[in-house]
T-cell receptor, first 114, second 114 residues
Framework: AQTVTQSQPEMSVQEAETVTLSCTYD???????LFWYKQPPSRQMILVIR??????QNATENRFSVNFQKAAKSFSLKISDSQLGDAAMYFC???????????FGPGTRLSVLP | DAGVIQSPRHEVTEMGQEVTLRCKPI?????LFWYRQTMMRGLELLIY????????DSGMPEDRFSAKMPNASFSTLKIQPSEPRDSAVYFC????????????FGQGTRLTVV
């Protein structure tokens, strides 16, 4: 079974600074997908970034980037130039190649300090 | 596409009543997931379907919970009878696998059982 771990229940960052959220996972699959989702107080689950395990290049989406270390089964999220609107719960998730086994970590609550 | 659509957005019911939550996945997605989110337990996977067939229902808390997917465009999660401890936000998500995978959530249903 796939498992996802986020070891940081809470993090804080100063506005305009950079923060990294950690995620580790365990899977026996060779092909899979990894995601970071953001959940603001509105509770909507918003896809932040997506990484295919077969791609060595780290995914980037504007101020969001990942550090994907396949051998270490690590998938951290870096948020650059943090903004007040980035404050939210962040969930790391894995999904197998068939679109099944969609497993989430416990989440990290990010606060952005003005 | 309008995304994953859940209804109702909010539901308040009395203990002992039957509750039915509904989900319409994104067209073309072949897997559908039901999650329950609470402060205490985080995001729990209840059940998921692949091509309308239930694959894993090990997360369903007890026999009071049941889920169906009669066709590719509709799924229900039913609680009968409901109890106050069922109060939570229930999310539906749909994914597609094979080569290009995307995974999106509905806006959730906030259920309150009084």
């Amino acid at each position: 079974a796939q498992t996802v771990t986020q070891s940081q229940p809470e993090m804080s960052v100063q506005e305009a600074e950079t923060v990294t959220l950690s995620c580790t996972y365990d899977t026996s699959e060779s092909d899979y997908y990894l995601f970071w989702y953001k959940q603001p107080p509105s509770r909507q689950m918003i896809l932040v970034i997506r990484q295919e395990a077969y791609k060595q290049q780290n995914a980037t989406e504007n101020r969001f980037s990942v550090n994907f270390q396949k051998a270490a089964k690590s998938f951290s999220l870096k948020i650059s130039d943090s903004q007040l609107g980035d404050a939210a719960m962040y969930f790391c998730a894995s999904l197998d190649n068939y679109g099944q086994n969609f497993v989430f970590g416990p989440g990290t609550r990010l606060s952005v300090l003005p | 596409d309008a995304g994953v659509i859940q209804s109702p957005r909010h539901e308040v019911t009395e203990m002992g009543q039957e509750v039915t939550l509904r989900c319409k996945p994104i067209s073309g997605h072949n897997s559908l997931f039901w999650y329950r989110q609470t402060m205490m337990r985080g995001l729990e996977l209840l059940i998921y379907f692949n091509n309308n067939v239930p694959i894993d229902d090990s997360g369903m808390p007890e026999d009071r919970f049941s889920a169906k997917m009669p066709n590719a465009s509709f799924s229900t999660l039913k609680i009968q009878p409901s109890e106050p401890r069922d109060s939570a936000v229930y999310f539906c998500a749909s994914t597609t696998g094979l080569r290009y995978t995307e995974a999106f959530f509905g806006q959730g249903t906030r259920l309150t059982v009084v």
